[in-house]
């Protein structure tokens, strides 16, 4: 069963706005990772947060993270049109594998 | 350093065909995962391995799919015979942690077209 889900599945800002998209989960989690995915390519590794922390920043990313309501954000300040791309989390547990939920798809348009 | 490469990019099959996708993980990483997008859902695990073992194939749908890693290094993913419902994206990734926080790096994915 799907562990993240995103939240909105899609989003058009104009360059330079900020994004923000949303993730919750169903089970208790070790950590949180976001990855990107642009058309074609594979998934890559932006940003990982613990349950222990509540906020983490990487450049122009900012990462949230609220256990009690099991939920996460991602927020890209100042976008560009390369940051056009599908955005997933995933969740790590116990075990080794992540769980990936289906993704915000964000257009940046010029 | 090579990253993850999969092979091949696309494959376009018929129905009841049999097909059998390729990862080379990067090289030291001895975990090794596929996990599959259909049609925009949720990229969904299939299974993994640490080394040449099985550590958890929980996510395979059911016995037309067989994973291998040969000598704990690349790793195929047959599919025999093949239904419509099994095309998709199939992504590898591997890794080098073995647990608590655990960054993958994945391929560029294969994309499967069953007709």
């Known amino acids: 069963s799907q562990q993240g889900e995103e939240d909105p599945q899609a989003l058009s800002i104009q360059e330079g706005e900020n994004a923000t998209m949303n993730c919750s989960y169903k089970?208790?989690?070790?950590?949180l990772q976001w990855y990107r995915q642009n058309s074609g390519r594979g998934l890559v590794h932006l940003i990982l947060i613990r349950s222990n922390e509540r906020e983490k920043h990487s450049g122009r990313l900012r990462v949230t993270l609220d256990t009690s309501k099991k939920s996460s954000s991602l927020l890209i300040t100042a976008s560009r049109a390369a940051d056009t791309a599908s955005y997933f989390c995933a969740t790590g547990g116990s075990e080794y594998k992540l769980s990936f939920g289906a993704g915000t798809t964000v257009t940046v348009r010029a | 350093e090579a990253g993850v490469t999969q092979f091949p990019s696309h494959s376009v099959i018929e129905k009841g065909q049999t097909v059998t996708l390729r990862c080379d993980p990067i090289s030291g990483h001895d975990n090794l995962y596929w996990y599959r997008r259909v049609m925009g859902k949720e990229i969904k695990f299939l299974l993994h391995?640490?080394?040449?073992?099985?550590?958890?194939e929980s996510g395979m749908p059911n016995n037309r799919f067989l994973a291998e890693r040969t000598g704990g290094t690349y790793s195929t993913l047959k599919v025999q015979p093949a239904e419509l419902e099994d095309s998709g994206v199939y992504f590898c990734a591997s890794s080098q942690a073995k647990s608590g926080a655990n960054v993958l790096t994945f391929g560029a994915g294969s994309r499967l077209t069953v007709l």
């Open positions: 391995f640490v080394k040449e073992s099985k550590q958890d």
């Open positions: 089970t208790s989690i070790n950590n």
